[in-house]
């Protein structure tokens, strides 16, 4: 059995051409010209292996056939890590090399069952690079596509296999590509997008999966695993986004990046002050790139669409606005576009994902009561919100909003710290949380909409009318949500805190 250690990366084939010329793999071995690779992929027609997390295939390499085993990948920022069991194909699958008890017992239970489900048939170029002493990689540029079932997917990506050397060292090897190349980590495998298209199952907006954190952990330990699928949830929908007109996309990946800067700032007690302040403004910067094209989605469909001129008025007085606002969308949309395919993008995931991997934790850290200190936050939170409350009774609407963040990040570290805490106690907190962002990112996107729609009638004064009667279709229905919201936010603020340790989890002896 070997180890498999690689970095699986994602690229347009436009930047294939400059990837090739970089001075990197100008100055490395290239080994021998390109190979075709055909791979055939063998499940149960009920996808026995895919569902144990078991990779089955066959290649064809030139004239010579191997049989390859892979198990489950433990990845974080496209880095992977998995057991693999490869030797030569000659007919017939042989499982006796498979060493890891479970997947041979399983292997050969499904042997007579075994089908082709799916096949990936792209060009390799291979080189090796030597970044640094006792450090090798290879670096293999695949170009081409997996097929299922006449459906086809394009396959174009890199992968840099570690040889000798840390996990490290990929990543610092990756970072320098991704200074030139537009160059993205990937976690998902040509084998899962295989299953994907086999089944045809559609691409979908990735959302924020459930923390899966526990009390035995350390803080640092905790803030590794939630920070490790708030990337994943940037990367998939950042990947999606540049070939994906689906603006839910764009949504999600800043959805992600706010909850990856909200768990930064939660978790800085335990953390290195450098790494607070460089990703806290990172952070911001990356969510803040995409804030436009976010804005004018939801102006279009929260703001504009429901307002309804007729009958008083005439159903055209809203059309020069809507035109403007379509408009201003495409401008954003490009814009996005235009950062998510610029070498910026990927970077700051492969930096982030190489600050994560190298973050250790130390006998302070691991010796501290993970739940207490998740009390400790959550206190600490309350508290701001409620100071934000105190300022939101004026009429200023940026109180408000900073109310809305307040509470926001209230919400995102109920769900962090979730399984920590009783959850009968949590269930309604966290219900309230939900309705209460959803009235209060109401009353942000009309004003944001407002402060847009005044800013243009300088320069388009012919827009006044429709901006106006907008802005007043929906003050009514701010002012009530906003009276009601305050009302019902004081008593769960000054209430007692739905967070608290689960009845069988007791306090840590002294």
Known sequence: MSKEIELKLALPKAALTALRRHRLLQSAEKLGNAVTLINT???????????????????????????????????????SSRPEWEKDFLGAFDFTDVTDGPTAALLDEVADSLVPIFTTNFRRDTYRLNPDSGVEVLLMID???????????DICEVELELVSGKPDDLLALACELATDIPLMPADRSKAERGYRLFNDVPESPVRAAKSAIRPDQSPID???????????????????????????????????????????????PALPDEFVQTWAALLRDTASEMGDARDFDV??????????????????????????????????????????THSDQ??????????????????????????????????????????????AQGPDPDHIHELRVALKQLRYGSEFFLP?????????????????????????????ARGRMLGWLEASPELSPAAHFVIGWHAPRCLKIRR???????????????????????????
């Open 222 to 268: 905790a803030f590794k695993a939630l920070a490790s699928e708030c990337l994943s949830q940037w990367q998939a929908n950042a990947l999606a986004a540049v070939s994906e007109d689906e603006p839910e996309y764009v949504h999600q990946m800043r959805v992600a990046l706010r909850r990856l800067r909200s768990l930064v700032k939660l978790f800085a």
């Open 484 to 510: 009601r919201i305050l009302l019902e936010v004081e008593p769960m603020l000054w209430g007692k805190a739905a967070w608290k340790r689960p009845r069988k989890q007791s306090k840590p002896k002294d």
């Open 299 to 340: 102006f279009l469909e929260e703001v504009l669409d429901p307002v309804t001129p007729a009958p008083m008025l005439s159903e055209t007085l809203t059309n020069g606005l809507r035109e403007r606002v379509l408009a201003e969308r495409a401008r954003a949309r490009a814009e996005a576009r235009d950062r998510l």
């Open 143 to 153: 170009n081409g596509k997996v097929e299922a079932n006449e459906r086809t997917a």
């Open 346 to 391: 990927g970077l700051r995931m492969l930096r982030f994902a190489r600050a994560l991997h190298a973050m250790q934790s130390n006998a302070l850290d691991a010796s501290a009561d993970l739940t207490a200190f998740a009390l400790l936050q959550m206190d600490g939170l309350k508290k701001r919100a409620r100071k934000r409350f105190a300022l």
């Open 420 to 448: 920590l805490f009783d959850a009968d106690a949590m269930k309604p907190f966290m219900a309230f949380m939900r309705r209460a962002q959803e009235q209060l990112g109401y009353l942000n996107d009309v004003e944001i």
């Open 41 to 79: 992929y063998y499940d149960t027609a009920s996808l026995t292996l895919r569902d144990r997390k078991v990779a089955l295939r066959t290649r064809k390499q030139g004239r010579k056939w191997l049989q390859t085993v892979k198990c489950a990948a433990v990845s974080s920022g496209g880095l």
